[in-house]
């Protein structure tokens, strides 16, 4: 049986996860959260788990955080994050930190269950469409240096998927709508990605972030 605790902020995705999970006879989920910080509390409670399955980017403290702060209590306790972010630098970052596997946020089901169950056997796992980008990159570009040394600026989950929303040519009040905000909101975003990449204007954002591998 593998023991599986999943954090994850967004109550819908955390649902469907859970609805996948609970279907496999050999995975039992024993508990939830939120965030790191209430995994961190879970494990202290001494809920014990053979996995970890969190997000990214989460409100108090992201899933790669917390997986350099597991106690000695859950020395053996595997993290696997789950996200939309699949620039290298991130998968790099959450690696770097100790995590077993890295997942995208599209897979399939059965690329979920079998990464889970390969990496709770025997280590590590990088989903194939991260696995595949990055070997026809290394390929097509062998001498090009990691865009870790291109960016230094940290752009959150969601403002990746604004800059994608942005880059398939939505209004702001079709990007409000998309995210259940507002159109001020959404322009909030807009400019604060302007600034954080240095750029004049959103065609000069959306080269930024095609150039530095942060959207396709």
């Known amino acids: 049986m593998i023991r599986i605790i999943l954090a994850e902020d967004h109550n819908i995705v955390r649902d469907g996860i859970r609805n996948l999970l609970e279907k496999e006879k050999d995975i039992k989920i024993v508990g939830e959260a939120l965030n790191g910080q209430e995994v961190l509390d879970l494990i202290n409670r001494g809920v014990s788990a053979d996995i970890i399955l969190a997000d990214f980017n989460m409100p108090v403290m992201t899933g ?84 870790e040394a291109e960016i230094d600026v940290e752009f959150s989950e969601r403002d990746i ?8 040519g939505l209004t702001n009040q079709e990007i409000a709508d998309q995210l259940f905000t507002s159109k001020r909101t959404v322009e909030g975003y807009r400019q604060t990605l302007i600034e954080k990449a240095g750029c004049r204007n959103t065609p000069a954002l959306i080269r930024y972030a095609i150039h530095n591998g942060l959207i396709n």
């Open 161 to 168: 998927e604004v800059l994608m929303l942005i880059a398939d």
């Open 64 to 147: 790669v955080e917390m997986s350099g702060k597991l106690p000695s209590a859950a020395k053996d306790t595997k993290v696997v994050i789950l996200s939309m972010l699949d620039h290298e630098r991130y998968v790099v970052q959450a690696f770097q930190a100790g995590v077993s596997g890295y997942l995208l946020k599209n897979i399939s089901a059965d690329e979920l269950m079998f990464a889970l169950r390969s990496i709770h056997i025997d280590g590590r796992y990088i989903c194939s469409e991260l696995a595949l980008k990055f070997l026809d990159r290394l390929i097509t570009q062998p001498n090009r240096q990691l865009h």
